[in-house]
C-alpha cells in the first residue's frame, strides 16, 4: 500500500491561509489503513482546525467528506455538487490522490495535507516498512524475495557493500542489510551459490529515469 | 460512602476506556471543556484485556495534538482506578479540577462565550 504521514499542522495553517471555506477530503484506502487520512484522520484534523479556529475567534467551515478512492475518476466526480461551495480541498490522500482530485477541478485549489513517504507493508498494527520503489523491473528472483533497489540504502545489486555491519545498515541501525538478509536467506535455502552471480548493470529506463509512467491495456478500455 | 467531587465534572459513561478514540475526546474539547480526564480500570485489570492500555496511548496521542492547536498537553489525563476507589475517584476529580482551574478556562470557550468564566 501507499504510506505516508500527515503534515505538520503549523504547516497545513499556513496552507490553507485565509481561506474561509474548506473541504476536507479522505480517500478509504492505502492512507486509511495507514492511518493518516482515512474518515477517522479526517474527523480529527478537521476538530483540530476548528479549536484553533475557535480559538483564533475566526469563523471558518469545514465540510468533511470521504471518497472510496482519489486516485479514480467516478470518485471525484461524486464531490462535483457541492465542490463549489468551498474556497479549497484540502486532500488527505497520497500524491496521486490529491494531483488527480486537482487535475478533475481544475478551477479550485488543492492542497496536500499528507505527505507521501512510501510503497510498503504493515509489520504489525501501527508499524509500516517500505518495500517497493516500483522501478519497473522486479528482479526479487534473483534476491531470494528480498527487494535490494528499496531495501538497500544504495539500491545496490551486488551487495553488500562496507557499511553492513553486525548485519545493519550504516545509514541507521535499526534498519537491517538487505543484502545481509538475501545472503541469509540463500543460505538457508542451500543455494548460496546463487550469489556468485553478478547481477548485471540495471536498466533504470523503466524506472523514473524514463520519465512519467503509463499503462495501457487495450482490451479494458471502453 | 457519600464522598463529594467537583459539581464541574461531567461523567460520559463508556463501556471501557477503549472505546474512547481521538475524535471523541476533541469533539468535547470543540465544545469548549476546559480539560477532559479518562478514569480507567487498573492497568492489567481491564476486562476486554487492553483496553484501557489503549486509551492512555491515545491520551498521550491527544496531548500532541492539544499541543499543536495551542490548548496545552495539561488538558487532559488518564487515571487508573477500580470501582470500588470511590475515594480515589473524588480525589482525582479534585486534583483535575486544581489542574484545570489553575490553568483557566479554555481559549475556545473564552473566545465563544465573550471571555467570561465557566
Same mark, same amino acid.
Request: glycine content about 16%; cysteine-free; charged content about 40%.
Given at each position: 500500500m501507499i504510506v505516508g504521514n500527515r503534515k505538520d499542522f503549523p504547516e497545513i495553517i499556513e496552507m490553507i491561509g485565509k481561506n474561509r471555506r474548506i473541504l476536507l477530503l479522505g480517500c478509504n484506502e492505502c492512507v486509511t489503513v495507514c492511518g493518516v487520512g482515512g474518515q477517522k484522520e479526517v474527523e480529527t484534523l478537521a476538530s483540530e482546525l476548528r479549536i484553533f479556529w475557535k480559538k483564533e475567534g475566526e469563523e471558518r467551515e469545514i465540510r468533511e467528506h470521504t471518497l472510496e478512492r482519489q486516485c479514480d475518476y467516478e470518485y471525484i466526480d461524486q464531490i462535483r455538487g457541492f465542490v463549489d461551495d468551498y474556497d479549497i480541498i484540502l486532500s488527505m490522500a497520497c500524491g496521486a490522490g490529491v494531483q488527480y482530485v486537482a487535475e478533475v477541478y481544475k478551477h479550485k485549489p488543492v492542497f496536500p495535507a499528507v505527505n507521501t513517504t512510501f510503497l510498503g507493508? +504493515?509489520?504489525?498494527?501501527?508499524v509500516w516498512a517500505e518495500r517497493c520503489q516500483g522501478c519497473g523491473t522486479c528482479i526479487i528472483h534473483l534476491t531470494a524475495g528480498i527487494c535490494p533497489i528499496a531495501r538497500c540504502a544504495k539500491s545496490l545489486m551486488n551487495g553488500p557493500c562496507g557499511g553492513s555491519s553486525g548485519g545493519k545498515c550504516e545509514v541507521d541501525k535499526e534498519t537491517d542489510c538487505a543484502w545481509q538478509l538475501i545472503v541469509d536467506r540463500l543460505k538457508e535455502w542451500g543455494q548460496l551459490e546463487r550469489y556468485e552471480t553478478i547481477i548485471p548493470i540495471?536498466?533504470?529506463? +523503466?524506472?523514473r529515469d524514463g520519465g512519467p509512467r503509463k499503462r495501457i491495456r487495450e482490451d479494458l478500455r471502453l | 460512602m457519600r464522598l463529594s467531587y467537583p459539581t464541574n465534572v461531567k461523567v460520559v459513561r463508556v463501556p471501557c476506556t477503549g472505546r474512547v478514540d481521538i475524535p471523541l475526546i476533541l469533539r468535547a474539547f470543540e465544545s469548549g471543556v476546559d480539560g477532559v480526564y479518562l478514569a480507567g480500570c487498573? !492497568?492489567?485489570?481491564c476486562h476486554f484485556l487492553k483496553g484501557n492500555l489503549r486509551a492512555r496511548r491515545r491520551v498521550e496521542y491527544v496531548k500532541t495534538l492539544l499541543d499543536e492547536v495551542g490548548?496545552?498537553? !495539561?488538558r487532559i489525563e488518564m487515571f487508573n482506578m477500580s470501582a470500588s476507589q470511590g475515594q480515589r475517584f473524588a480525589e482525582v476529580a479534585r486534583e483535575m479540577t486544581e489542574r484545570i482551574r489553575a490553568l483557566g478556562p479554555s481559549p475556545v470557550k473564552t473566545r465563544r462565550e465573550g471571555g467570561g468564566e465557566n
Open positions: 507493508v +504493515t509489520l504489525e498494527q501501527g540495471k536498466d533504470w529506463r +523503466t524506472s | 487498573l !492497568e492489567g485489570e490548548l496545552g498537553k !495539561e
